[in-house]
């Protein structure tokens, strides 16, 4: 009985450690406003909106930054200077707010095109390649899947959502026998879970990946 008894209260204890501070959250992200904008919603394409990521999602990431497993050399030193409560109280505080508003704008001289190659592309895949539906793991609405820590994509910048497609492709085709130099000089991606996302952006063609991308931006 006091074993039990015990058990649940280390059990809660531990919960209770990891139970996030949004005021805390709001106050270390008052930094990232310079490139992820007021409350997470960024005005660069270069660079993410983070307003209602998975706060799973975000957790990784900051981790992988931080320990370098997500090579960047902006954000390795701004993920180096917090702490594992810190990541769990920012990642808590941009889940928390409003996403963007998602947007077609931008999508190109031939807009229904290429949204329509992107929508086939989300919502059934290529089988003839073996790429899977994104909506299999970012769900219909583009809202990704919190527990399995799959990101939202809904309205995030088209731009931003192809060059780590585009980091993905480069780091699934890197010859093992590219020099540290050269592979230094890359755009790389390589932290996704499994591999899976590799798989999939090395079998897309650069249309199908701005396609993509830009049905990604308009999707709510």
Known sequence: ???????ILLGSIAVWAQAADLKAGEEKAMV???????????????????????????????????SGERPNMVMQPQAGMLSDEDIVNV????AAQTPPQATTEGAGDNPEELLALGEALYRGGDMSKNIPACMACHGPT?????PAAFPRISGQHAKYTRTQL???????????????????????????????????AEKLTPKQIEAVARYMQGLH
Not at 1 to 7: D, L
Not at 91 to 94: E, P
Not at 142 to 146: L, T, V, Y
């Open 1 to 7: 009985m006091k074993k039990g008894i015990v058990t």
């Open 32 to 66: 990232c406003v310079a490139c992820h904008g007021p409350g997470g919603v960024s005005a660069n394409p270069d660079w993410p909106s983070l307003a209602g990521q998975g706060q799973k999602y975000i957790e990784k990431q900051l981790k992988d930054f931080k």
């Open 91 to 94: 990642a808590a505080y941009f």
């Open 142 to 146: 583009g809202a990704g899947i919190e």
């Open 166 to 200: 585009d980091a993905f492709r480069t780091s699934a085709l890197i010859d093992q026998q590219t020099s540290e130099t050269d592979r230094a000089s890359l755009v790389v991606r390589a932290n996704d879970p499994n591999g899976m996302m590799r798989d999939v």
